[in-house]
């Protein structure tokens, strides 16, 4: 970029008003379900769900609404493992939030990637279960 920061290029993908944006279908939606965008300024790296990497060129209201609502677990799925889940599962684990990665619920960009980013994941207090009903499990064990 003009400023000198680097930043991966990726195809356009998940823009407001494409299919790629959708919610898959069968997802149970309520209406009281908070949607959060991120990603919303195309000069930031914005992976985590909670913000750009340094938490500062973009901070999403993910973290006060969670904390608003006094939640302290999260169980987290979606694209990609190694870019997205991966940096929004960390920021959880940094936040404070007892998290949880479900692989059969991601998917990654590559092999290497995603085992790196899982032993990454790991060594921030991310615990990474094969399928929801283990995170089910998990959770009941722990509250």
């Known amino acids: 970029l003009p400023s000198g920061t680097k930043q991966m290029m990726w195809p356009v993908h998940c823009q407001v008003g494409t299919p790629g944006h959708e919610f898959l279908p069968g997802l149970v939606r309520k209406v009281n379900d908070l949607v959060i965008q991120k990603g919303t300024k195309r000069e930031v790296d914005s992976y985590s769900g909670f913000g750009s990497e340094d938490y500062k060129q ?33 920021d959880a684990a940094r936040l404070g939030y007892y998290t949880i990665v479900v692989r059969s619920a991601t998917r990654g960009i590559s092999d290497e990637s995603c085992h790196q980013e899982e032993m990454l994941m790991t060594a921030s207090g991310v615990i990474v279960v094969e399928d929801v009903n283990d995170a089910i499990q998990l959770l009941k064990k722990n509250m």
């Not at 209201?61 to 889940?85: N, Q, T, W």
């Open 58 to 90: 973009e901070v999403t209201e993910l973290d006060m609404h969670l904390k608003s609502l006094e939640i302290k677990y999260v169980i987290i799925g979606g694209l990609a493992f190694d870019y997205c889940v991966s940096a929004t599962a960390k």
